[in-house]
T-cell receptor
Framework: KAGVTQTPRYLIKTRGQQVTLSCSPI?????VSWYQQTPGQGLQFLFE???????NKGNFPGRFSGRQFSNSRSEMNVSTLELGDSALYLC?????????????FGPGTRLTVT | KNQVEQSPQSLIILEGKNCTLQ??????????LRWYKQDTGRGPVSLTI?????NTKSNGRYTATLDADTKQSSLHITASQLSDSASYIC????????????FGTGTRLTVIP
């Protein structure tokens, strides 16, 4: 069974631009979560989607948004990029939402904002 | 405040040696604790997940322990290999309806020949 895939793997953008990252979960998984990882802060939760609905949201500004499609694929968008948005963005999928279900992470998208 | 703290921040050991990584948490009410291994440039991969009633869980050369009373967990790596070089992240989940996950900042392990 194929793992979680994320595209693109690497991205370079300039301040003020916007970016869209894509995540395809493991087949059959319906829950998708997004995380931002930086060297200083570690992993920080962005949001979680299930059945095309956002279930949880972390403490990030409104510039960060996401959505989930009917096939469970998910996208996240960051508008008006700032230098501090440079990070590894990880997507994780699970069979269903909830603390009991194992999360499987994708390889991440490395975003660099210049 | 719910927090997860890991120590040491980084560790260098010789190939073949054992090591123990620590995770202390203040998350309450506690639901489960997970250890992940993250290779450089890759996403985290789950090693173990433990609930309140579990004290020890093994995955090959990795053994995790949990003391829910003192809110401490450790990850013991036996007979280390070069491929064990990675960051190890402790993640604690609470029992609230939001299914919050609290992440430690990780321990960077380097195994040298």
């Amino acid at each position: 069974k194929a793992g979680v895939t994320q595209t693109p793997r690497y991205l370079i953008k300039t301040r003020g631009q916007q970016v869209t990252l894509s995540c395809s979960p493991i087949s059959g998984h319906r829950s998708v979560s997004w995380y931002q990882q930086t060297p200083g802060q570690g992993l920080q939760f962005l949001f979680e989607y299930f059945s095309e609905t956002q279930r949880n949201k972390g403490n990030f500004p409104g510039r960060f948004s996401g959505r989930q499609f009917s096939n469970s694929r998910s996208e996240m968008n960051v508008s008006t990029l700032e230098l501090g948005d440079s990070a590894l963005y990880l997507c994780a999928s699970s069979l269903n939402p909830g603390r009991s279900y194992e999360q499987y992470f994708g390889p991440g998208t490395r975003l660099t904002v210049t | 405040k719910n927090q997860v703290e890991q120590s040491p921040q980084s560790l260098i050991i010789l190939e073949g040696k054992n090591c123990t990584l620590q995770c202390n948490y203040t998350v309450s009410p506690f639901s489960n604790l997970r250890w992940y291994k993250q290779d450089t440039g890759r996403g985290p991969v789950s090693l173990t997940i433990m609930t309140f009633s579990e004290n020890t869980k093994s995955n090959g050369r990795y053994t995790a322990t949990l003391d829910a009373d003192t809110k401490q967990s450790s990850l013991h790596i036996t007979a280390s290999q070069l491929s064990d070089s990675a960051s190890y992240i402790c993640v604690v989940s609470d029992q609230t309806g939001a299914n919050n996950l609290f992440f430690g900042t990780g321990t960077r392990l380097t195994v040298i020949p």
